[in-house]
């Protein structure tokens, strides 16, 4: 996944998670414009990662990373979020990193679970990060964690 920039950022989470477009059009509604109008966050957003919890982190993304169990379809929509978060982790000006942190990294450390399933999804650079921020926080890493994020390194 190459990186995504602020500029690209809407053009690209509808490309690539399509199941946001409603939420995108409540949001983009509060400001008098539909969806298929906003082509930068700051039309509808004071921030990135404000955006991003509103149109998916929230609705879509946590609540499939908390489930017990998810089937193919789940899996699926996850490896695209996971992508998505990849290329906000891989923004080549920097700007989205913090937003990635913020509005998806933070919230696998929700629990063992949530951890484990990110680490089956995430991307190398999303696994650093990951890591980093266990490390950051004290949380013990497994080993397991680490080794998937070797195994993918570039």
Known sequence: MRGITSDELISQLVRLIPEVEPHLEKAAG??????????????ISVHPGTLLSEVLAHPLFQPLMEAPEIDAAGEEFLQRCFD???????????????TAYFTFLESFLESREVLDRAFRFAGPKTRKETLSMLRGWKVPVDPSWEDSAENTAP
Do not use: K, N, Y
Not at 84 to 98: Q, S, Y
């Open 30 to 43: 509060r400001h008098g414009l539909r969806a298929s109008q906003v082509s930068h966050w700051e039309q």
């Open 84 to 98: 998505f978060i990849e290329g906000l982790e891989t923004d080549p000006t920097g700007g989205l990193v913090d």
